[in-house]
């Protein structure tokens, strides 16, 4: 299986509301709870309206699109990366999956994951 770098630090963040969200930035994704309204995009794309921001993620893309019927990839990445200490921060689209880790284990969530396999594009 084929994992890609993703270029750009990412902001984990709690917004007000999404009327100051770019969209059609390369990369946002929303959530939305009755409780909170959530963003995932990259640091320079934040919007003043956030109400806080974790910064300093790096992102991973599984490659290729992934059927709905297979079963346990993010389960064996996550043990992957557990089993080295490094935590994540999952999300997942249609199409694949998404793997952020802090930027201070990026290098190293890369080792572990290229030391089981996976091709690192």
Do not use: H
């Amino acid at each position: 299986m084929k994992i890609e770098k993703i270029d750009g630090e990412f902001s984990v963040c709690k917004v007000k509301d999404y009327s100051q969200v770019n969209l059609r930035a390369a990369f946002c994704f929303t959530g939305s709870t009755d409780e909170e309204k959530s963003l995932v995009c990259l640091t320079a794309d934040v919007p003043d309206n956030a109400e806080c921001c974790d910064n300093g993620w790096r992102a991973l893309r599984i490659k290729g699109m992934l059927d709905f019927s297979l079963i346990g990839i993010l389960a064996q990445i996550s043990s992957l990366l557990a089993g080295n200490k490094i935590g994540l921060f999952a999300i997942s689209t249609y199409n694949t999956d998404y793997i952020l880790t802090k930027k201070e284990n990026y290098a190293k969530a890369l080792d572990v994951l290229a030391s089981a396999g996976y091709e690192i594009i």
